[in-house]
């Protein structure tokens, strides 16, 4: 049996962890459908991605474990320094680096070790995860160029292989870094199937006249509810708001509380904290509608796991997921046109339960024919093998 070849994953955070949100389903996904081809190894640090930096307890910390299909080190906080993560890319002696974040604190030590020939010359795989996105370089604009300008001679090394998730992702990268780059789009893999179990007839009723509505995503300036909180004043129609996820900025959740008390009464909208992972689709499921009016999205994986719990969605046209309108599973409406996002939102209060249904079985059999497409995968080993052959 040919020995696989070693991919060393850096992240800064990983399984068992959920709040940091798509990059983590990505690795793990990952991980679980390629882990018979690839050996994969992971540096991360031990604790989730909240601001309460809590110690993992279900795992040993600064030891090697088996998760899964891969050998994870969880770094103590003591370790967090540029001499233990190379003394551990030394010791594993991959033969390829997977950088899962351009701006993430362990992604950053690397390439500033790279830099300074600190640590062994390996193929590089950086993967931005939406980083280089309009949306996500707007905000602290001034420190993302700075170190953006200071890498660049780095970053355009032939030894660096980029992936992005879509078509679009790629367009983002190239047009900050330059054309010459090797950019493989390759979706951000999901897993084979996602609520294997859903049943149509088991979704609530739609009740006409009102809407349920699930925000479910890290809870931040990028995903831009603010906005969307501004936009509902005119709306009389009974509408509720459910967040589900960790609020990464307390003043920018202050901000929201403050236009959400001054809704009329009809708005009702609750935070409900992070949910795990394995309750998902079972929360989904129970929802009219999926809203996120993000700045910018490389892939989102939450999107492919509302539809496959039968939520069709409201979201940006700023994501790889377009034309949704003509799909008839929701809409991708422009942020430049709040009009637009105000009538189809009165379009779903208004929508009665035999309408919804239909809207909700065809977002159920878009995630089905979507996860069985084979170039997925078939995408995702060819970016790995590229950077290997280097």
């Not at 009329?264 to 795990?276: A, D």
């Not at 208004?350 to 996860?371: G, I, T």
């Amino acid at each position: 049996m040919l020995q696989r070849p070693t991919i060393l994953v850096i992240c800064d955070y990983y399984l068992p962890g959920f709040e940091s949100g798509g990059a983590v389903r990505t690795l793990a996904n990952m991980v679980d459908r390629l882990g018979e081809q690839f050996d994969f190894r992971i540096i991360t640090r031990d604790h989730d991605g909240s601001a309460v930096q809590t110690s993992y307890t279900t795992v040993n910390i600064s030891e090697w474990n088996q998760v899964g299909k891969a050998r994870v080190y969880y770094l103590s906080k003591a370790e967090v320094s540029s001499r233990r993560l190379a003394t551990l890319i030394n010791e594993c002696n991959a033969d390829a680096i997977y950088l899962n974040s351009f701006f993430s604190r362990l992604s950053i030590m690397y390439l500033t070790m790279l830099r300074f020939r600190r640590t062994l010359k390996k193929p590089v795989i950086m993967a931005p995860e939406g980083e280089f996105s309009p949306g996500a370089l707007s905000l602290n604009p001034l420190r993302k160029m700075l170190y953006i300008a200071n890498a660049k001679v780095l970053l355009l090394s032939k030894n660096f292989t980029w992936k992005a998730a879509s078509e679009e992702e790629k367009k983002d990268i190239t047009r900050e870094l330059g054309s010459g780059l090797d950019v493989h789009v390759a979706p951000n893999m999901p897993p084979k199937m996602i609520n294997p179990e859903y049943d149509q007839d088991a979704k609530p009723i739609k009740k006409q006249g009102e809407a349920r509505m699930i925000f479910l995503s890290r809870f931040m300036r990028k995903k831009n509810f603010n906005w969307l909180l501004e936009n509902l004043r005119g709306i009389d129609e009974k509408l509720s708001f459910d967040i589900c996820g960790t609020l990464e900025e307390k003043d920018y959740w202050e901000e929201c509380q403050r236009i959400a008390a001054s809704l009329p009464k009809n708005i009702s909208i609750r935070s409900l904290g992070p949910l795990p992972h394995e309750q998902v689709s079972e929360t989904l499921t129970k929802y009219d509608f999926f809203i996120l009016p993000t700045l910018g999205e490389n892939f989102g994986h939450v999107f492919i796991e509302a539809f496959a719990s039968g939520v069709p969605l409201i979201i940006s046209d700023r994501t790889p997921w377009r034309g949704l309108a003509a799909k008839g599973i929701g809409w991708d409406l422009p942020l430049e046109k709040p009009d637009e996002w105000i009538k189809a939102i009165q379009a779903t209060v208004s929508m009665d339960n035999d309408r919804y249904r239909q809207m909700s079985a065809a977002a159920r059999r878009f995630a089905v024919e979507w996860l069985s497409d084979p170039g997925i995968e078939r995408s995702n080993i060819a970016m790995l093998n590229a950077a290997l052959d280097r």
